[in-house]
């Protein structure tokens, strides 16, 4: 894959109220009316690729402060943010964190039809478009920049949540970021970073590649593959167990937990479902569409991709509806607040279609976010709402519709614990107390990152 590298620029952070924060009480939410589809750009057919940009965790307590989301320059808590927006505090000596527009290329290829409704698997996916971005996330980066690297060894099992359910209220938040050849890199303070990665080879997309991670149940589950359905295993984001669901023909782009149960999708819309903390996978269903991200909350698990297809399941990921949502495949899916929030965007021709839609009912209905972009990244939960990362800066919401929006851009991953913010773009890693004033560490890029906490070392 070919990256781009432009300027990292400064940029000022511009305050505004941005309604309630992410795992808001129920009676605290607006129900919007019901109205029309969204009408959102709408593309041919034949999308171009858009490789999941992995989703991210990170809920705060009830009553948690406004650290790292829009506010006034100076309005901030004392410590909580440099003076000079997007400049490193005192002491730290690190590059400022760029505008999201860093590390995108121009899409190259295009994506390879479904063989039908379910139809045959298919090799592998895709190739992506923007690495870094919301349509795929960087691989492991140079190997040479990794800090602590290690040879690829035990594996242990994964997992995703939120970040007051990063698990139970007590432990250690950790973070996990996973990638390309099999990267599982972990960090308890968002700058030392413990990295396990295999042979690296010329083709990133091989049986190894891991492109999502999450969090349930105290432990990690990452998803991947090419063409075998990768699932590795962790309780601590360390160790890891491998290839736990070893299938021939695809690949899987998402994973979701929720009440004991993981499922995950990915290529041709083959789902699968764990119910023994990921030990074990069967074969639940096939949807219409390749699976790019999942998210579950409020009794549902919600599956996103090509086409702007949503999926939703109310048995436990056994089995699910299906509808066509956006006019744009989707990338990137999240829940939080009582409410999801999916977004994407896709090659068309002279530049990209973008849209983001929200639901306030547990996937039941959908509508358009009261938000544009020209493009758009990720979604992840902070400490005062959803935070969706896009072109030109980024955005909050408490209820999926409304958003404040700010100049300050975010890198194309990022995830939320413990007052700490960490993050990823094609090549660099990212970290800081406050969203909008990242510092650059060491180590590349992943194609997904999440946060849990862990009661072991």
Known sequence: MRCVRVLLIAVALVGGACGAPEDQPEGGRSVWPETAAPVLPQTSADTEDGER???????????ASPTG?????????????????????????????????????????QDAPLAGAGGGPMASDPEAHGEGTAGEQADAGDPAEQTDQTDAGDTGDAGEGDVSGVGSVEGQVRF????????????????????????????????DLLRDVAFGGG????????????????????????DKHPRGGVWLGGVAYLDGVWVAGGGNGYIVRSTDDGQTWSAVDTLDFHVRDMAAGQGAFIAIGDGGFVARSTDGGQTFSVDKVAGVSLSSVEFGFGVFVAVGSEWAGNGFDAGCIGSPDAGATWQACSLTSGRFDDVTVGPDGLVVAMEGGHAVTMDGHSFT???????????????????????HRWSGTAAASLNKTSGGGFRALTAGRVSMP
């Open 53 to 63: 940009a992995g989703s991210s965790v990170g809920r705060a307590e009830d009553g």
């Open 69 to 109: 989301l829009p506010m006034p320059v100076g309005s901030g808590p004392e410590g909580s943010a440099p003076e000079s927006i997007g400049q490193p505090g005192p002491g730290e000596g690190s590059e400022a964190m760029p505008s999201t527009d860093m590390g995108r290329e121009e899409p190259d290829t």
């Open 176 to 207: 996990v970021g996973v990638g390309g050849w099999g990267l599982r890199a972990w960090t308890d303070d968002g700058v030392t970073w413990t990295d396990t990665i295999n042979k690296i080879t010329r083709d990133d997309h091989t049986p």
């Open 219 to 242: 432990r990690f589950v990452a998803v991947g593959g090419d063409a075998n359905s990768m699932i590795m295993v962790s309780d601590d984001g360390r160790t890891w167990d491998e």
């Open 405 to 427: 929006t700010a100049a300050a851009g975010l890198p194309a991953q990022i995830a939320y614990g413990d007052g700490l913010w960490v993050g990823s773009t094609d090549d």
